[in-house]
């Protein structure tokens, strides 16, 4: 299932707006909501998925490992950010790139480190008991490696966390070398920790 959250793009302009300053709320909360409906509709056993995304479904997967913690059996994030205001901090404020960023994250909603701290799944790793995969690409220059490397550093012997580089791939993981390595370890990781019935 690939749910379509507020801040998605492809459903006009005002579907995309609504979810500036929700990043890490309504739209892990839209997520959620489609989790749920799943379930209602017996698509998938109550307590048995795994979450994967990319970019900010990576993101999003990791988010949805503390939210919904009781059906997210394990998480898989390629290229996924893991620290939000780290990420808005490698980018020139004064930028359209980081307007873009501190507009989408809504970054005046918060007035301390304890409410930043809510929306970052590298703070909050000690709360994971889920196994993760994070798969990340050496050349991304949208979700720069430091993502990974700070989330990689706050799981770092967790049961069940595991990261792998992708090389010298970039952020839309190109080439069917990569895209195939992702698969690859992204079924092993599946096969170990949530076989299909």
Not at 42 to 65: K, N, Q, R
Not at 133 to 139: D, G, K, Q, R, Y
Not at 150 to 172: I, N, Q, T, W
């Amino acid at each position: 299932m690939q749910p379509n959250f507020r801040g998605s793009s492809g459903y006009g302009q005002d579907f995309r707006n609504a979810g500036f300053g929700e990043f890490g709320g309504k739209m892990i909360d839209d997520i959620a909501d489609a989790g749920g409906w799943a379930v209602s509709q017996g698509l998938v056993a109550e307590d048995a998925y795994c979450i994967a995304g990319a970019s900010y479904g990576g993101y999003a997967a990791l988010m949805m490992g503390l939210k919904d913690k009781a059906r997210s059996r394990c998480l898989v994030s390629v290229n996924g950010v893991t620290q939000p205001f780290a990420h808005v901090g490698a980018f020139e404020l004064e930028s359209e790139t980081g307007q873009y960023w501190e507009r989408y994250l809504g970054l005046n909603r918060f007035d301390s480190e304890a409410e930043r701290a809510v929306i970052s799944p590298a703070a909050r790793a000690g709360e994971y008991d889920q196994p993760i995969l994070i798969l990340h690409a050496e050349n991304d220059l949208v979700v720069r490696t430091g993502q990974a490397r700070l989330m990689a550093s706050a799981l770092d012997g967790k049961p069940g966390f595991r990261s792998v580089s992708l090389g010298e791939a970039d952020h839309y993981i190109g080439g069917s070398d990569v895209r195939a390595q992702v698969l690859r370890e992204t079924f092993a990781f599946l096969n170990e920790n949530h076989p299909a019935r």
